[in-house]
Each structure stands twice: as C-alpha cells, then as structure tokens.
C-alpha cells in the first residue's frame, strides 16, 4: 500500500470520529473502578520494556496509551499499539516495521470494566489466547486494531454487537486467526467503513462477499492473503463508495468481475498474486484509480488503449502476466504517473522517437520486455528515476551518453542479461539507510576495458560475466561504507585481490571466480574482515598455499578455491573447531599431504570437496561428529587404505565420492547406516568381494551407483532391482559372474521418460555440483550440472553368461546401455526398439547369435551404435536412423552380416529388409533428422561436444 493514499485516508478517516475520543482534560479525575480494571490488566501483563512504567499513581488518564471523556473521566481510549516505522521506499511502498519494544500476556477480563471505550488499539503486540467474546459488549466502541496482536483462534461472533464500529482491522500476517464458515457477524456492523481482514484464514464455503455486501457505509476492504478461492459473477453491489479494495496474495480463478469495474469511487485496486485469467478491461467507469495492481496473474492479450484515460492514476503494476502486443502509446497521458512495472510479459515497448512521456517516473520496471536493440529515446527525459529495471530486455547497444544524466536520483539499476558493449560509466548512486537501497546489477552483458572505480553508495554490486580487464580497483570504504555483496566473477580481471576488498569490513559476498587473477593469495596479519561470510575464488591462477587467516576464518561459511594452481599442505590449526565453515571447495588443485585431522573438528561442515588433488594417506577416522555433512567428495587423489568406521556415523550424507583412488578391502557393512545416499561413487579403487545385498535393501534412495573398476567378484545380487529410483548403474570392470538379473525390469528409475528432480541430492543453495565420470558413446564423459538426465546400465567388461533378458526393453527412460565385453549368447531382444530414448548402445565383444532386429530403426536418438566381434547374421536393417552408421567398424567381427555399410551385399537374400523413407532423399532425411530430434537428442548426440566432455574435463 501506498504512503500518498492509504495513510492519508486512513488519517482523515479518524478525523471523523476521533477528535472527541482523544481529547482529555487535566481537570478530570480518574474513576477508580476503572483505575483498578487496568492494574489488573497490566498485572497479566509481560512489560520487558517497561512501556507501562507511568502506570502509578491515582491518575490513570495521565498514564501511557489512556485517554479520558473530558467531561466525566471515563476511560473511552486504549492505545496500546507497539511503536511501528513506516519506511517508503522510492517506489512509496510502506512497509512497516513492528518495534522490539511490545507488551505481552493474557488479556485479562478486568478489561471488560471499561465500558465506555470508543477506541482500542492493542496491534503489534505479543498477546496470547483468543480474542475475548466480551469484546462484544463495548456497546460504545468505533475503532478496534488487534493488527498482529498476537492474540489467535476463531474470531468470536459476538464483534458483531459492536453497531457503532467504523473501523475494524484485524490483520494477522502470522495467520493465528480464523474466521470460520461463518461471517454473518460481520453484516452485523452497519456503521463499518474500514474492514481488514488480511491474513486471516477463512473456510472454502465461506460466503464472505454476501456479508460484506450488506456494509453500505464501507470505504476500505482489504481481505488479501485470506484463502480466498471464489469470488461472484454479479454487476452490482451495496458498498458503491468503496475507495480502497485490497484482494491479493488468494487463489481467485477468474475473469476480471464485473463488480469491481462498476466501483465508481474507488482509488485503490490490489487483485496481485492470483490466478485471474482473460483480458483486462477498459476501465471506463474507474477513472478515479489511482493504484492499480494486477501484477501475478494471468491476464492475457493486450494492453487496453482505455487505461490512458486514468488520468489520476499514479501506480501501475501489470508484471507478471500473459500480456502480449505493443504498450499502448496513449500511457504517455498518464501525466501523474510515478511507477510503472510490466516486467515478464511478452511486451514490446516500441514508441517512436518523436514519442513525448508526459509523466516523470520514480520507477520503471520493464524486465523481459522487449526493449531493444537501442536504449529508449523517451527514457532521458526521466529526471526522478530511482529505480530502472531492463534487465533482459534485448538491448544491444553502448551506454548513451544521457545516460548519466538521468542517474541523479538512481537507488537501484538493473542493466543485466542484455548484449550492452562499451565503457562501464561512472556511477554515483544517490542512497539512504534503507536496505534496498544501492543496487546495481550490470551483469551478463558485453562491457569491456579497465574497471577504473568502484560504482559508490553501492550495496549490493554485480558486474559477473562481462569483458572487464586490468586489476580490481581499490575499494574506498568512505565511498562505499555499505558494501556487502560483491561479484566480479566471470572477466577477464587480472593481477590480484586488493587489500581492501580484504578489509572492508561491511563486505560478506566476495566473488572474483573465473578470472585470469593470479599469484598468491595476498592477505596480511589482522588483515581479515571479520563479516566476511562467503569467499569465491575458483577458476583463477592463484599459487602458493592456502593463508592460515583464510583457514582459520571464525566468520566464513563457504570457501570456494577451486580449479586453481594451489598447492602444499592444508594449514594445521588448532582453532578450525571456532569455524563456522559450512562448505568448503578445494578442489582441481595441486594441494598434497594426509587429509588433516582437524576437519573432524568443524560441527557445521556440510560440504567437504578435496577432489581432483594429490591428497594421500588414509581416510580421517575422526568423523564421529560430522553429522551435518551431506556431501563429500575425495575422488580423483591417492588415497589408500580402507573405510574407516566412522564414515558409519555420517548419516546426514546424500552424496558420497570415492572415486579413482587406491582404497581397498570388503565394502564395510556400516555403510548401510547411510541412508540418505542418493550418489555412491566408488568405481576405479580396490574394492573386492562380493556387492553387498544390503545396498539395495537399506539404501533405497540410490538414484547413481558407480561400482566400476574395482575386483568385485560372485553374482549380481538381487537386492539391487530394489532400488526403485536408481536410474545409473555402473559394475563395469570387475569380475561379475552369473546372469542379468531379469528383476532389473524393476529400476523405474530407467523406466520412465520424465525423470523427476524430487529425492535428486538436493544441498540447497550449496556451490556443490555433482560429478560422475561415466562410460558412453565409446568414450568417458563427464556428468556434472546435466546429470539429472542421466540413465545409463553399464555391466561391460565382467563375466556375465545367458542371454539378454527381454524384459530390460521395459526400461524405456534409458539411456545408455552397456553390456560389451562379456559371454552373453542367444538373440538381441526382437523389442529393443522399445527403448526409444536410446543414445548408446554397445553390444560389443559377446557371443550374441541371429540377426539384428528391424526395431533397431525406430531408436531415433541413437547416435552411438557398436555390435562388432559377436555371431550376428543376416542384412543390415535399413532405415531412417541405421543409415547415419556409416562405419562399418561397429559390425566388425559378426562374419555372417551383409548388406550396408559392409562390402557385403546380400545378394538373393531374402532376410533383407526394406527401406524406410526415399533412397533419393537421403541428403534431406540426414539433415531432417538433425532439426526434428526432441531433448533428448539435444542431450545425447548435441551433449557430447557441448554440455559434457571429455574425462578429464569440468561438465
């Protein structure tokens, strides 16, 4: 709500009835009766704050928040309310801000002694219980605020006695109220003017529209965040001198009611935060708005040209709709508008430049919008700009040089996600104490050259993922005494990091990630903010070793040093059990030495990557305590040994590398404990005997199992196909005798198309990437950010006898699969054109027999295919898909094959089969089948050069 409406209105709203209520008279003696009704009432009372302390003496008319008729001492005003700040912002938004200082307790029932009150206000308070029935009998009471009193339960009907109250809020942003199925009680109030009800909790049936209909005198109705789910389909209705209707933050599923259009009077409309659907209407009868909120909703089509005619109209919100089409040229009209947001729409802003503005906007809002490719003539003729959003809003284009000049007033600026080249301007930002104050997003662009100051006033600075070069300028902390998120990753900065950017000590974001920053990481003694909370430095060339005050930080939750050139020994200190480390990265370095002990100590660990090093040594055994550890990542080192016990005890962990070190022995059965694995990694170590049955039985969650290259010997067991969401498996590379489980049909985590993100190892916002090295396609790709659409079995390379089973067809969500190099006989399954999101198939290597069948050529993703060295027979199957295996070295070895792209022809054979699609139109069936392929094609064939790489490299 709006400063410039709502607390004016509401101010001449108590000028009506509240002069004779507030007047008192130092002449006039406080009634006892009514003296000792309050005592009581501050006796139930918690008064941390002593704001009743002038609650003493005889004079209770003179005490705190206590207001006396003049002419007989009653007690007609209690004014409790908690001290609230209104804070505007540039864009007039009131949000208040409830005081520490509030009263609490159990109303007690002396209250209902004062029977004279006309005014009582106990809002922003920590009451507790209900709100008393004998609320009901204050037969003289016209203003009542219980606005987040704290006071809960069903809101008794009894409020409806009160025939003189005009002004009734009840708001409970906490949502401790209900109101029932019932609000009769409310039509009950003749007199009411002013009714909030937001936050409040209403039953789905109830009728609250016919009961505010009968409150002809109304102005203000606010019932936002109330569950409100259905709202009438009528013309017309009672409360015709409505100025204020505030119906946001509910579940209304409708077109815009024709009620609302009629409302003549009103000034003030909040539908935001709905699912109001269809095309916005004219406006005709409403042309006294002043506020008007549609944002987050549904609304589509376009802008009505009519809303040029609501010439009083100050606040404009339309963002988050389904709006198309050009912006109306005729909201140029809008001489006295001050905000205006259209963001995420499918909006174009295309007025031409001879177009006048005749308003001067505070705020202008218009992300995703298209904007582009120049900055907006019309936009320097805006002096009061505070806050510009054009973020992603197709520019490409410099800085004009007006630019700067419509910058004096500027809080916060975004110019993110669009293609502007040149110089970064200088930018001064005119900023108060207010915390959304000094924003500047310029990130995702094409800015180049030096960064020659930092922007001042700044709070919140992101200029990542620029062309920006040269060193980090010096920060002056008098020029930027608010600094606290800083990101400059993904430029070209070089050199190192300041001191400064050390020192500040408002900083608590520091991101320089992928940079070409380098040398050692400079920080002298007592040179360590002490506010610093997140430090990212990965993807530079820093050298040397980690300094001891960057490890021993007691402020830092995430350390990010990764991919890097860093190297030596972890520091030893003693003090890592103050840390408050909570992820730490320091991984694709060069660091060495045994895993330091002291990690053990850190209780708030809940990421620990030390991948990709030259770590060696055995596993700490110290880990007892680390029961908020949910990923750890120690692949890629040299660490020998075996699994210590207490990696038993970290039942927190989602996610468990191992992977490519030298660790051997049984895998111990208190691992077992870990039950919320969604990822073990262990593949290419040591590991021997048999694959324990109790991975399938207790650690349902598995969604990525990597077993490979180790000397597991014995059967696959059974217990595995009760891994309902594994969707990759790899026992690649081992001994593994016996046959394919035919239960594997089981795995639904394979078996289905969509592949769901739940149970996945969600961190939350953790720096933590997952990372799996997986055989496809003939090659080692590394998963990381597109792992989720991993589905791959790999059983290559083992001892594996019998045939394929048909029922793995059943897994159509697959893949990859892998069965090469093993003793597997008999016929490929007939239905095998049945995995139709099949990427990679290799066969390879077995004693498979018959021919291939035809369903090969339904698999329109297939786009690695090997079935060399088996005793396959019989003609090629031609097809759409099949024709793009032009080499013939995947049917090597398979003597009794003929047909293309063999030199065998298969000449008299009536095996053959026949072509799918033209022979002559092979040129446009190749080109056709690179552009008609869905996702998963772009995932397979696409993913191999872009998304996933080589081994060896990041994903």
Known sequence: ????????????????????????????????????????FKRNLTDEYNLLSTWTGEECCEWHGVGCDGRNGHVIKLDLRSQVSFDPTYDDVVGYFPGEKKVGGELSPSLQNLKHLHYLDLSFNNFSGNIPEFFGSFEHLEYLSLSDSGLGGVVPHHLGNLSKLQYLDLRDDLQYLDLGDDLEWVSSLSSLRYLDLTGTTMGNHTDWFHRVNMLHSL??????????????????????????????????????????????????????????????????????LVHLDLSRNKFSGLIPASLGLLLRLEYLYLDYN???????????????????????????????????????????????????????????TQRNIQRLDLYNTSIKDTIPPWFENILSRIRYLDLSNNQISGK??????????????????????????????FPSNVYYLDLSDNLLSGH????????????????????????????????????????????????????????MNPNLQYVFLSKNRFTGNIPVHLWKSHSILVLDLSDNLLSGHLPKTDEIRNSKLEEVNLSKNNFTGNIPVHICNNDFLGVLDLSRNKFYGTLPGCLWNSTLLEAMDLSDNTITGVVPRSFGSLTGLKSLHLHNNILEGNLPLFLQNLTKLVTLDLGNNLFMGTIPFWIGENLSKLRFLNLQSNKFTGKIPLQLCQLNALQYLSLAHNNITGTIPSCFQNLSGTATEQISLEDTTDLGDSIYVEYILASMKGTQLVYTKTIQFLTSLDLSSNNITGEIPDVLINLSGLKSLNLSRNQLKGHIPLTIGNLSQMESLDLSMNMLSGQIPQSLTSLNFLSYLNLLFNNLSGAIPVGSQLQTFVDPYIYKGNDGLCGQPLSRSCKGNNSSFNHVGKDEDDDDNILWFYFSMGPGFVVGFIGLLGICTSSGAGG
């Open 1 to 40: 709500m709006e400063a410039s409406f709502i607390l004016i209105f509401t101010f001449l709203l108590f000028q009506t009835f509240g002069l004779s209520i507030i007047t008192t008279s130092s002449n006039v003696t406080c009634i006892q009766r009514e003296r000792q009704s309050l005592l009581l």
């Open 219 to 288: 102005h203000t109705l606010n019932l936002g965040s109330a569950e409100i789910t259905n709202i009438p389909s009528v013309k017309f209705v009672n409360f015709t001198s409505l100025t204020s209707l505030d119906l946001s933050f509910n579940h209304i599923n409708s077109t815009f009611p024709v009620w609302i259009s009629n409302l003549n009077a009103l000034l003030h409309l909040d539908l935001s935060h709905n699912q109001f659907y269809g095309k916005i209407p004219d406006f005709h009868g409403m042309i006294n």
């Open 322 to 380: 389904q709006l198309s089409g050009n912006v109306p040229m005729s909201i140029g009209q809008l001489s006295r508008l001050k905000i205006l947001s259209l963001s995420s729409n499918s909006l174009t802003l295309n007025f031409s430049s001879r177009w006048i503005a005749t308003f001067q906007l505070r705020v202008f809002i218009a992300s995703s919008c298209n904007i582009g490719p120049r900055f907006p003539n019309w936009l320097q």
């Open 424 to 453: 970064l301007p200088r930018i001064h930002f005119n900023t108060t104490n207010y915390k959304g104050d000094g924003i500047l997003r310029m990130n995702s662009n094409k800015f180049e050259g030096s960064l020659d100051a």
């Open 472 to 527: 980090i300028p010096l920060t002056d902390e008098a020029m930027n005494p608010n600094l606290q998120y800083v990101f400059l990753s993904r430029n070209r900065f070089t050199g190192n990091i300041p001191a400064h950017l050390w020192k500040n000590p408002s900083i608590e974001i520091l991101d320089l990630s992928d940079n070409l920053l380098s040398g050692h990481i400079l920080l002298t003694d007592g040179a």
